[in-house]
């Protein structure tokens, strides 16, 4: 198994643009988050999807949009990118309620000029 | 709201040695779950150790084992016999429990300890 896997891993933004960060689990997992980490900081939650067609806002969702059309892939498209969004993006997966372990994919280091 | 603090920005260890890294928590509920998870230079996040806050018995997992102190709300990692490859930043988390059918399991992150194992 990859687990979760990433792209792309490195991307340098205009102001104004957008762009999709891909995500992908070949662990069948139902729950699929996404995360930022800013420096110095922990990670912050910014969308998670229970389920295929299922997504909701987590605590930082502004400026992001995503959707979960089958339980592999759940992408976050960034629209109009602002330089606050100069992060790294982390998604996740877990697999149900009980295991509440959530794997982590290698991150993607974006920069927002 | 909930929310996680490590007060402990930075620390090192000598290999060998032991060492304790803080995390305190607010909270109001009672139902939860804690974990560490460490961030190597890779940047790959790693579950470490996790704690149910039913369990009155500390989670342990290997040289790794917790202090789960839930009238104070604090939740400490001890890591035994340090090694090189134990440098890491380490973040503490909170999960609330939302219930039979779930749905809404998310993490809350403290801003993390960065820790370093000296030779």
């Known amino acids: 198994n990859a687990g979760v896997t990433q792209t792309p891993k490195f991307r340098i933004l205009k102001i104004g643009q957008s762009m999709t960060l891909q995500c992908t689990q070949d662990?069948?997992?139902?729950?699929m988050y996404w995360y930022r980490q800013d420096p110095g900081m922990g990670l912050k939650l910014i969308y998670y999807?229970?389920?295929?067609?299922?997504?909701d806002k987590g605590e930082v969702p502004n400026g992001y949009n995503v959707s979960r059309s089958t339980t592999e892939d759940f992408p976050l498209r960034l629209e109009l990118a602002a330089p606050s969004q100069t992060s790294v993006y982390f998604c996740?997966?877990?697999?149900?309620?009980?295991?509440?372990?959530?794997?982590f994919g290698p991150g993607t280091r974006l920069t927002v000029t | 709201a909930q929310t996680v603090t490590q007060s402990q920005p930075e620390m090192s260890v000598q290999e060998a040695e032991t060492v304790t890294l803080s995390c305190t928590y607010d909270?109001?509920?009672?139902?939860?779950?804690l974990f560490w998870y460490k961030q190597p230079p890779s940047r790959q996040m790693i579950l470490v150790i996790r704690q149910e806050a039913y369990k009155q018995q500390n989670a342990t997992e290997n040289r790794f084992s917790v202090n789960f102190q839930k009238a104070a709300k604090s939740f400490s990692l001890k890591i035994s016999d340090s090694q090189l490859g134990d440098t890491a930043m380490y973040f503490c988390a909170f999960m609330k429990r939302e219930g039979t059918q779930g749905g809404s399991e998310k993490l809350v992150f403290g801003k993390g300890t960065k820790l370093t194992v000296n030779p």
């Open positions: 909270t109001s509920e009672n139902n939860y779950y």
């Open positions: 662990m069948n997992h139902n729950y």
């Open positions: 999807s229970v389920g295929a067609g299922i997504t």
């Open positions: 996740a997966s877990s697999r149900d309620t009980i295991s509440y372990e959530q794997y």
